[in-house]
């Protein structure tokens, strides 16, 4: 089993649109079916529903 890299803040970035996750409203989690990628959600793609995908395992939520 791989273990997931660290991820700092400045790194993290919307799965959905690549935006830089620094504005209020962001969040980032471990994805809830390999556990292994940290995935980020923007404010905007949150709200809109936006379709991200694991680059790991390739899950696809809302």
């Known amino acids: 089993m791989a273990m997931a890299a660290t991820v700092s803040a400045v790194d993290l970035k ?9 504005a209020r409203g962001a969040t980032h ?11 980020g959600r923007c404010p905007r ?7 991200f995908r694991c680059p790991n395992c390739g899950f696809e939520g809302p």
């Open 14 to 22: 919307c799965t959905s649109c690549g935006l830089a996750l620094s």
């Open 29 to 39: 989690f471990q994805c809830p079916d390999c556990g292994e990628a940290t995935l």
């Open 45 to 51: 793609c949150r709200d809109q529903s936006v379709t």
